[in-house]
């Protein structure tokens, strides 16, 4: 240190994450100490710095994991999963990604036109006798005012097409 300077010193601090959406206010308690077992106190310590911390809410998926069932030659099965978008998020920035192949599930998202979506998924028409599951993704583009994404959600969707006695089929999945 030169004659004359200021001392200074950086803290870098890391809080525990917080689950719970909401404002958040306290101080923090900052002790400067010349020895280590902080007995002898520096000058004016401790220090109060006060915080708010606003925590927002994130993407919310109504239900949890989905399941279509059906028969081979019935109406095919639709899951509908309501989506509110991360606060202060329009529902324009939400995006729906299958993470494996998702064949022959296929999943939609819309506009409800009330703050939130409607991801719909379904199976087409005559899908042959199987069981499966694919894992989709619900994003948002949006950012947090630190420039933060929200978390994305993950949603695991499984279906069962059983086979119908009174329909011939002509063909049957592998079993493997």
């Known amino acids: 240190m030169q004659a004359g300077s200021s001392p200074t010193v950086s803290l870098l601090?890391?809080?525990k994450t917080l689950g719970t959406a909401g404002t958040f206010s306290g101080a923090l308690r900052i002790s400067v100490c010349l020895d280590s077992g902080c007995q002898v106190r520096f000058r004016a310590s401790p220090h109060l710095v006060p915080y708010t911390v606003k925590v927002l809410r994130g993407i919310h998926l109504s239900g949890g994991d989905l399941m279509l069932q059906s028969s081979f030659g019935a109406p095919p099965p639709v899951g509908d999963v309501t989506v509110t978008?991360?606060?202060?998020?329009?529902v324009s920035s939400l995006a729906l990604y299958a993470d494996s192949f998702a064949f022959p599930l296929s999943g939609s998202l819309s506009d409800n036109g009330n703050g939130t979506a409607r991801l719909r998924f379904s199976l087409p028409p005559q899908t042959i006798p199987s069981s499966?599951?694919?894992?989709?993704?619900v994003s948002s583009s949006a950012r947090?005012?630190?420039?933060?994404?929200?978390?994305?959600?993950?949603?695991t969707v499984k279906y069962a097409v059983a086979?119908?006695?009174?329909?011939?089929?002509?063909?049957?999945?592998?079993?493997?």
């Open 144 to 155: 947090t005012p630190s420039g933060a994404a929200p978390p994305s959600l993950m949603l």
């Open 13 to 15: 601090l890391r809080g």
């Open 85 to 90: 978008p991360p606060e202060g998020a329009a």
């Open 163 to 176: 086979a119908d006695p009174a329909v011939l089929v002509a063909f049957t999945p592998n079993p493997t």
């Open 132 to 137: 499966g599951s694919s894992v989709f993704w």
